[in-house]
């Protein structure tokens, strides 16, 4: 991680866009995430932002759209190789144990688990393609994957920004406020869905 920071730190305007882009996009197109987390790489880029090293606007477009963009990679690499990827040397390095936590999950929350997964550590980078595994409709899967991503990669990126030099010590608070983040996105959901459902009956 000290060693991502010094490359980070080294970095400005567009190799530092660059940089940080292909860590979040990796993070779940190629399980780049169990090892360096791209959420670390855009707070780091957040706060090196704030001191004028990149453009504050471009870094949370260039993060948003690579997150997006690497989940439906990642979505399509399960659809593509299914239960044979979680059998391969890289899944069993994955650990049966995150698979079953990332495979409960979905089973639990539905399509809403893409976007929730996206605020908890190892589901952000096992999800997708555990989505792509299950056969979840592409079309319900970008939805909630466009909704997580942006909101995920903006928060991150303004953190960083916002706290600057004290990103470790956000690091450590992010995990926390995940939580009530993913809370509130939940409760969201389930408003929405008791809208439509009245509305539905309305229209009855």
Request: with cysteine; proline share 3%; net charge positive.
């Given at each position: 991680?000290?060693?991502?920071?010094?490359?980070?730190?080294?970095?400005?305007?567009?190799?530092?866009?660059?940089?940080?882009?292909?860590?979040?996009?990796?993070?779940?197109?190629?399980?780049?995430?169990?090892?360096?987390?791209?959420?670390?790489?855009?707070?780091?880029?957040?706060?090196?932002?704030?001191?004028?090293?990149?453009?504050?606007?471009?870094?949370?477009?260039?993060?948003?759209?690579?997150?997006?963009?690497?989940?439906?990679?990642?979505?399509?690499?399960?659809?593509?190789?299914?239960?044979?990827?979680?059998?391969?040397?890289?899944?069993?390095?994955?650990?049966?144990?995150?698979?079953?936590?990332?495979?409960?999950?979905?089973?639990?929350?539905?399509?809403?688990?893409?976007?929730?997964?996206?605020?908890?550590?190892?589901?952000?980078?096992?999800?997708?393609?555990?989505?792509?595994?299950?056969?979840?409709?592409?079309?319900?899967?970008?939805?909630?994957?466009?909704?997580?991503?942006?909101?995920?990669?903006?928060?991150?990126?303004?953190?960083?920004?916002?706290?600057?030099?004290?990103?470790?010590?956000?690091?450590?608070?992010?995990?926390?406020?995940?939580?009530?983040i993913a809370a509130v996105v939940v409760l969201?959901?389930?408003?929405?869905?008791?809208?439509?459902?009245?509305?539905?009956?309305?229209?009855?």
């Amino acid at each position: 991680m000290d060693q991502l920071t010094d490359i980070l730190s080294d970095l400005s305007g567009w190799p530092l866009l660059v940089l940080v882009g292909l860590l979040a996009f990796g993070e779940c197109a190629a399980f780049i995430g169990l090892i360096l987390p791209g959420e670390t790489a855009l707070l780091i880029g957040g706060a090196l932002a704030a001191t004028g090293r990149t453009n504050i606007a471009a870094l949370v477009i260039v993060a948003a759209v690579c997150a997006v963009v690497g989940d439906s990679v990642g979505y399509e690499i399960g659809r593509r190789t299914g239960m044979p990827l979680r059998r391969s040397r890289l899944g069993r390095w994955v650990g049966e144990e995150r698979w079953q936590r990332a495979e409960t999950f979905i089973q639990r929350h539905g399509p809403a688990a893409v976007m929730l997964g996206r605020w908890i550590g190892v589901l952000r980078a096992l999800v997708p393609a555990l989505a792509g595994m299950t056969r979840m409709p592409y079309r319900r899967f970008l939805a909630y994957n466009v909704v997580g991503g942006v909101t995920w990669a903006t928060t991150v990126v303004l953190i960083g920004y916002v706290l600057g030099a004290s990103w470790k010590r956000a690091q450590g608070y992010l995990g926390a406020a995940s939580i009530g983040i993913a809370a509130v996105v939940v409760l969201a959901v389930i408003i929405r869905w008791i809208v439509v459902r009245r509305r539905r009956r309305h229209g009855r």
